[in-house]
């Protein structure tokens, strides 16, 4: 079955290190999505993609970064982690045309 | 205003019982719209789109009502497994695809 996969599931790390979350689809989806989570904010998106090589801000993009070489990769980069940055992160592709968006497990990450 | 508003409830109700959510939206040319369950330090999932003429999934019924800019959730005979956070999700016209979250409606079913 296709499916959504985030890597890792939970991460620990200091700050100031440089972190990539994965997200990886099959469903040949062209729009991929990142958001993160945090209590009092629900879902706030970060970057997203509409297609490879093409990457866009969300509401919350400083800090992060993403690149779109393929269609099935929508890698999440941290260039500097900062405490503030210590979230539940979350992936999610979609079809386009107005069709919903299906998430990954999810990525918990803290930083120390 | 919030583009997409809820009540952060929790409604807390007996197992059985009927209950509603609603979701406003301020866009009036959003076109499409969803209602997601999300279980606690979980992804959300999709639980139905929500179509101009309402649709039904077993217990569940979503509404759109353009005119007024909500839509609505009915789960009736409610179970402890339906005890979770309730998001609707809006794509508005000019957004791509885009979704806009509301805030999540929490629900605890009580035996």
């Known amino acids: 079955d296709a499916e959504i996969t985030q890597s890792p599931r939970h991460k620990i790390t200091e700050t100031g290190r440089q972190v990539t979350l994965a997200c990886h689809q099959t469903?040949?989806?062209?729009?991929m999505f990142w958001y993160r989570q945090d209590l009092g904010h629900g879902l706030r998106l970060i970057h997203y993609?509409?297609?490879?090589?093409?990457?866009n801000k969300g509401e919350v993009s400083d800090g992060y970064s993403v690149s779109r070489s393929n269609t099935e990769d929508l890698p999440l980069t941290l260039e500097s982690a900062a405490s503030s940055q210590t979230s539940v992160y979350f992936c999610?592709?979609?079809?386009?045309?107005?069709?919903?968006?299906?998430f990954g497990d999810g990525t918990r990450l803290s930083i120390l | 205003r919030k583009e997409v508003e809820q009540d952060p409830g929790p409604f807390n109700v007996p197992e059985g019982a009927t209950v509603a959510f609603n979701c406003t939206y301020s866009?009036?040319?959003?076109?499409?719209f969803f209602w997601y369950r999300q279980d606690c330090r979980k992804e959300p999932k999709l639980l139905m789109s929500?179509?101009?003429s309402g649709n039904e999934d077993g217990r569940f019924t979503a509404q759109l009502n353009r005119a007024s800019q909500y839509i609505s959730l009915l789960i009736r005979d409610s179970k402890l497994s339906d005890s979770a956070t309730y998001l609707c999700?809006?794509?508005?016209?000019?957004?791509?695809?885009?979704?806009?979250f509301g805030g999540g409606t929490r629900l605890m079913v009580k035996p």
């Open positions: 999610a592709s979609s079809k386009g045309g107005g069709q919903p968006q299906h």
């Open positions: 469903w040949n989806h062209n729009n």
């Open positions: 993609s509409y297609g490879v090589q093409d990457t």
């Open positions: 866009n009036s040319a959003s076109q499409s």
């Open positions: 929500v179509y101009s």
């Open positions: 999700a809006v794509i508005p016209n000019n957004a791509g695809n885009m979704l806009t």
